[in-house]
Nanobody, 129 residues
Framework: QVQLVESGGSLVQAGGSLRLSCAAS????????MAWFRQAPGKEREFVAA????????NYADSVKGRFTISRDNAKNTVYLQMNSLKPEDTAVYYC??????????????????????WGQGTQVTVSS
């Protein structure tokens, strides 16, 4: 089992920045690919960003490329999402997710929610115009 706890969500004005954190516990953090997803009211959950250890790279949704950066600190068992130039359409509950490393899977695979076994409880980000 892996437990994930997100923090850092807040109300921010458009153009502002936030950094979300996701603290993991329970298993060897470095053995997991980590990702952020989000869900806005009335919408389906969508992929935001992934740090794919098994592919030594990152992946971003087109809507956040150039504005958001995912990173991880294995020593702290934490993954971060730095969000800059925030827009009202970024308003959502942001979820952290973890999936065991699988070298047979493509980067695209890890943009799917079904790829992830563990999820946090979410943190609310609200961007005002």
């Amino acid at each position: 089992q892996v437990q994930l706890v997100e923090s850092g969500g807040s109300l921010v004005q458009a153009g502002g920045s936030l950094r979300l954190s996701c603290a993991a516990s329970g298993r060897t953090f470095s053995n997991y690919n980590m990702a952020w997803f989000r869900q806005a009211p009335g919408k389906e959950r969508e992929f935001v960003a992934a740090f794919i250890t098994s592919r030594a790279g990152t992946n971003y949704a087109d809507s956040v490329k150039g504005r958001f950066t995912i990173s991880r600190d294995n020593a702290k068992n934490t993954v971060y999402l730095q969000m800059n130039s925030l827009k009202p359409e970024d308003t959502a509950v942001y979820y952290c997710a973890a999936a065991p490393k699988d070298f047979s899977r493509s980067s695209t695979y890890y943009t799917r929610g079904s790829a992830y076994n563990y999820w946090g409880q979410g943190t609310q980000v609200t961007v005002s115009s």
